[in-house]
T-cell receptor
Framework: DAMVIQNPRYQVTQFGKPVTLSCSQTLNHNVMYWYQQKSSQAPKLLFHYYDKDFNNEADTPDNFQSRRPNTSFCFLDIRSPGLGDAAMYLCATRGNLGDTEAFFGQGTRLTVV | GQNIDQPTEMTATEGAIVQINCTYQ??????LFWYQQHAGEAPTFLSYNVLDGLEEKGRFSSFLSRSKGYSYLLLKELQMKDSASYLC??????????????FGSGTRLLVRP
C-alpha cells in the first residue's frame, strides 16, 4: 500500500492560474519535504516541516507557498505559475530522527500552458 | 553554502562492477543516502551511511569517509534494469534542529549488453 500519496499524478494549469498540489501520508512522520525536480536535474528542496514548524529555503521563490494543516496532509500552492515552474514536484516524509530514509510519493508532473 | 558533486553520466557493461562517486562540502552533516531514480519516477532508497566505512546490501554497497567528504556507491553484477539515475543525498541538521535532505545532481548510469 502506498504510504506517501500525491495527487494528482499529472496537472495541467494555465499560465498565471493558481494551482495546489497535495500530499498525504500514512506513516505518521513529523518531517515532510517538498522538492521541485526539472528534467535531468537533482530534486531541489523548496520547503521542509518538522511537525508544523515550517522552513523554506532561501532561494524558494515567493510564488511558492506551503501549508500543513495536520500531520497527514501537506499542500504546495503556486500562486501564479510561469512556464519555468513546469516540473515534477515530489513530496517526501521522514521519521523523527535524522538517520532515517525519506519516503517519496510518486510525484506530480506539472505542465503550464 | 552546501555543495554535492557527482559525475553526470557513466556507462558500464552488463555483469560488470561500477563505482559512482560523490563528494560533498556541507555544514551540519548528519548522514549520507543513495537513491535510485528511473526516468519519470520517484527516487527509491538504496543505502545509508552515517559512520565511516562500507555498508553492504546485496549487489549494492556504499562507502563513506567523513573526513574526506567522500562517498561511493558500488554496484556489482550489473543488470540492464540498473540503468537509472543515482542520487547522492546529504542529511543536514540545522541550528533549529530541523533535518534537511539535500540532493546532488545525480549520475545517469547506462548499462549496455
Amino acid at each position: 500500500d502506498a504510504m506517501v500519496i500525491q495527487n494528482p499524478r499529472y496537472q495541467v494549469t494555465q499560465f498565471g492560474k493558481p494551482v495546489t498540489l497535495s500530499c498525504s501520508q500514512t506513516l505518521n512522520h513529523n518531517v515532510m519535504y517538498w522538492y521541485q525536480q526539472k528534467s535531468s536535474q537533482a530534486p531541489k528542496l523548496l520547503f521542509h516541516y518538522y511537525d508544523k514548524d515550517f522552513n523554506n529555503e532561501a532561494d524558494t521563490p515567493d510564488n511558492f507557498q506551503s501549508r500543513r494543516p495536520n500531520t497527514s496532509f501537506c499542500f504546495l500552492d503556486i500562486r501564479s505559475p510561469g512556464l519555468g515552474d513546469a516540473a515534477m514536484y515530489l513530496c517526501a516524509t521522514r521519521g523523527n530522527l535524522g538517520d532515517t530514509e525519506a519516503f517519496f510519493g510518486q510525484g506530480t508532473r506539472l505542465t503550464v500552458v | 553554502g552546501q555543495n554535492i558533486d557527482q559525475p553526470t553520466e557513466m556507462t558500464a557493461t552488463e555483469g560488470a562492477i561500477v563505482q559512482i562517486n560523490c563528494t560533498y562540502q556541507t555544514s551540519g552533516f548528519n548522514g549520507l543516502f543513495w537513491y535510485q531514480q528511473h526516468a519519470g519516477e520517484a527516487p527509491t532508497f538504496l543505502s545509508y551511511n552515517v559512520l565511516d566505512g562500507l555498508e553492504e546490501k546485496g549487489r549494492f554497497s556504499s562507502f563513506l569517509s567523513r573526513s574526506k567528504g567522500y562517498s561511493y556507491l558500488l554496484l556489482k553484477e550489473l543488470q540492464m534494469k540498473d540503468s537509472a539515475s543515482y542520487l547522492c543525498a546529504v542529511s543536514l541538521i540545522g541550528e533549529d534542529s530541523s533535518y534537511k535532505l539535500i540532493f546532488g545532481s545525480g549520475t545517469r548510469l547506462l548499462v549496455r549488453p
